[in-house]
């Protein structure tokens, strides 16, 4: 079984920077592709970055040139950078991989974490 447990959330001004931070746990050979999600309220689930096994980035037309997508293989962990934080950001941020167990690959969802951009 694979777990995929967020961190790094909570409330910001402004203007300000967070780190999310997901980190994938259990029978985990590797991360094929990973990226990051979130939805507001009343609002879909949306895509807000991705980064492929050969450390390929995809970002929202939103948060494009404010967020950076990582991953640490060593570790099986990914991050999301974001920088020049809005109001508009607030929303629970999911992670999302793909992960190898050394038998076949299956998409995980983390429980989500709420990051809040108010002064």
């Known amino acids: 079984q694979v777990q995929l447990v967020e961190s790094g959330g909570g409330l910001v001004k402004p203007g300000g920077s967070l780190r999310l931070s997901c980190a994938a746990s259990g029978s985990v050979v590797s991360i094929n592709y990973g990226g990051w999600y979130r939805q507001a309220p009343g609002k879909q689930r949306e895509m807000v970055a991705l980064i492929s096994n050969l450390d390929s980035t995809i970002y929202g037309d939103s948060v494009e040139g404010r967020f950076t997508v990582f991953r640490d293989d060593a570790k099986n962990t990914l991050a999301l950078q974001m920088n020049s934080l809005e109001p508009e950001d607030t929303a629970v941020y999911f992670c999302?991989?793909?992960?190898?167990?050394?038998?076949?690959?299956?998409?995980?969802w983390g429980q989500g974490t709420q990051v809040t951009v108010s002064s």
């Open positions: 999302n991989a793909a992960v190898y167990d050394g038998q076949s690959s299956r998409t995980y």
